[in-house]
């Protein structure tokens, strides 16, 4: 619970800055204010600091320092494996294959390529939210150039095979790339075991700042430049460097690799008594595979309850939850991953994402499950299809069928 008495629970949205890295950051805002790119001295230290930045995320991933390269965001990363990689390789061909639960940052770049003449195959998912490894494969085409599977979902939390995946890309010498950004820091990730020549990061998911994350590239794997201009970044991502923002995202990935198994035992528990309390209300499901998760996820869709009216109510309470993606708050339409994954429409309206974070304590929890029934009332007394719903279910004609 912070300071202010708000039980904050939405942490894949994003992350209070860490104090470490705030501190780690603010002399690059006045104090060490060179430019990387400059030659002198002052210059130089900046690209010191940036280049320790650069190790510490390769370091988190294992990658090699010169295969990171930061950009503004995880979005941005995300464009630019996918539209990069078709503009290298569309004289080999322009077929794409991605999952139908990506999250929109994948997904419009692919929407955007098809405008332009690319073909992209969107594979589905099980009824736990997993991609299967042979309907990948079974997709891939002799003109198919990329393949873009997330390495864990940003709305339901599980975890994909992406080592299997990979391997299968690897095979056929199709580059492969993954959105690991709500993994990063929570469970291990290693580039070389899962067979990944792209990697999309972002460091405000991760206790660090936002407007900055990265993109891992493996050696020798060719995607086409996405901003064009300057030399920096190996002449592969122009602009000048974000050097305290880069600095930041450094020392979240270090403090990440300190913490990160410390975080899961912490979470876990806490993960698992929130399902087992929300499961113990009448007419509730858990999206998603229930172990083959991240540590710190919880997504619930509970009937008759608008998940947006929760969301507000438990607010009024104190507490901060999420409907389902941040990047999609401004909408009414129910989420794209819960219907591919076979949820019908009237119930994935009542979605819940609760994101735990290494501030929460058992006392949230309780504090949420005491609170959430309650509002769940509220809002079902109001809602004449859920009674309906109900009143079927209690009929005789139902118990006997």
């Known amino acids: 619970m912070s ?32 430019n990387p790119s400059s030659l002198y001295s002052v210059g130089s230290e900046a690209r010191a600091a940036v280049e320790h930045a650069r190790e510490s995320v390769a370091a988190l991933i294992g990658a090699q320092p010169e295969e990171i390269y930061f950009t503004a965001g995880a979005t941005e990363s995300d464009n630019w494996a ?13 077929h794409i294959i991605t999952s139908a639960i990506e999250h929109h940052a994948v997904l419009e770049p692919c929407h955007f390529l098809q405008k332009h003449g690319w073909e992209v195959t969107f594979v589905g998912v099980g009824s736990d939210g997993i991609v299967d490894p042979g309907d990948v494969a ?15 979902n940003n709305e339901v939390g599980t975890i994909q095979p992406i080592a299997e995946i990979g391997q299968i890309a690897a095979e056929r010498k199709i580059l492969f790339h993954t959105d690991a950004v709500q993994s990063a820091g929570k469970v291990p990730l290693d580039v070389r075991e899962l067979h990944c020549d792209m990697m999309s990061l972002s460091a405000h998911k991760l206790y660090g700042p936002k407007g900055v994350g990265a993109l891992y590239l493996r ?56 399902i087992e309390g929300i499961l113990q209300m009448p007419d509730t499901r858990l999206n998603g595979h229930r172990t083959q998760r991240l540590p710190n996820n919880v997504s619930v869709c509970i009937e008759g309850a608008e998940g947006e009216a929760m969301l507000l109510g438990l607010d009024q309470e104190g507490i901060c939850v999420s409907s389902g993606s941040a990047c999609t708050s401004g909408t009414l339409d129910p989420s794209h991953v819960l219907l591919a994954m076979g949820v019908p429409v009237e119930v994935a309206h009542g979605s819940l994402r609760i994101t735990l974070g290494r501030g929460n304590t058992q006392e949230d929890v309780d504090k949420l499950l005491s609170v959430l029934p309650d509002v769940v009332e509220r809002f079902r007394a109001m809602n004449p299809w859920y009674a309906r719903q109900r009143k079927a279910r209690r009929s005789p004609e139902a118990q006997t069928a």
Do not use: C
């Open 138 to 152: 079974k997709a891939i085409r002799p003109d198919t150039i990329l393949i873009s599977i997330m390495h864990s």
């Open 82 to 94: 996918i539209k990069g990689a078709a503009w290298a390789h569309e004289s080999r061909g322009r």
């Open 3 to 34: 300071q202010s008495g708000i039980v904050y629970l939405d942490h894949a949205a994003t992350t209070p800055t860490a104090p470490e890295v705030l501190e780690a950051m603010l002399p690059y805002f006045s104090e060490r204010y060179g």
């Open 219 to 274: 050696k020798g794997a060719r995607i086409a430049p996405l901003i064009e201009g300057g030399g920096q970044e190996n002449r592969r991502r122009a602009g000048t460097s974000n050097v305290p923002g880069i600095v930041g995202m450094g020392a979240a990935f270090r403090l990440g690799a300190q913490q990160m198994e410390a975080d899961a035992r912490h979470q876990i528990p806490l993960r698992d008594r929130i």
